[in-house]
């Protein structure tokens, strides 16, 4: 067993038991020192930025759950890459696996993800604050303004 710290589609029950079975959450949980972002790929990811934290949802996962993880987030062929990294919890802090893109540049997020992830956060009620700066990644079309990076202002 081991934990996964989700912060975009994984945070999605659906998305979970679907690609991780046997995957059952904990609790929320952040990644301090860390700022979402919307890969050039279209999908989120985490880079190191001092001040801020990604929030997310701590996961216990088992083998079977990481190899199959791993396919979906599609590491063998480099798309991210699976790192241990320390999260803050409930209890605490705790080393936890994160997925993180391959180095693309930021870009847009792909039509109905951010959709998924602003759910997603809601559903384990992430901080109001945090869920309006996601809601700010969300497409031009979905919002009537450019798309921005989390936490740039107006």
């Known amino acids: 067993?081991?934990?996964?710290?989700?912060?975009?589609?994984?945070?999605?029950?659906?998305?979970?038991?679907?690609?991780?079975?046997?995957?059952?959450?904990?609790?929320?949980?952040?990644?301090?020192?860390?700022?979402?972002?919307?890969?050039?790929d279209g999908y989120?990811?985490?880079?190191?930025?001092?001040?801020?934290?990604?929030?997310?949802?701590?996961?216990?996962?088992?083998?079977r759950d990481r190899a199959l993880l791993d396919a979906w987030e599609n590491v063998a062929a480099g798309l991210y890459g699976a790192r241990m990294l320390t999260v803050r919890s409930e209890r605490g802090p705790v080393p936890a696996l994160v997925y993180v893109a391959r180095p693309a540049g930021e870009g847009r997020p792909r039509p109905g993800y951010m959709e998924l992830v602003i759910a997603a956060a809601r559903d384990w009620n992430l901080p109001a604050s945090y869920i309006r700066e996601l809601e700010r990644l969300r497409p031009a079309a979905a919002l009537g303004v450019g798309a921005r990076k989390l936490g740039e202002s107006d």
Request: glycine share 6%; net charge positive.
């Open 1 to 40: 067993m081991m934990l996964h710290f989700a912060y975009g589609a994984n945070m999605s029950r659906t998305v979970m038991r679907k690609y991780a079975p046997q995957a059952r959450a904990l609790a929320r949980a952040e990644l301090p020192g860390f700022r979402f972002v919307i890969t050039a």
């Open 44 to 63: 989120a990811s985490v880079v190191p930025a001092p001040g801020p934290s990604v929030h997310g949802v701590l996961w216990r996962i088992t083998p």
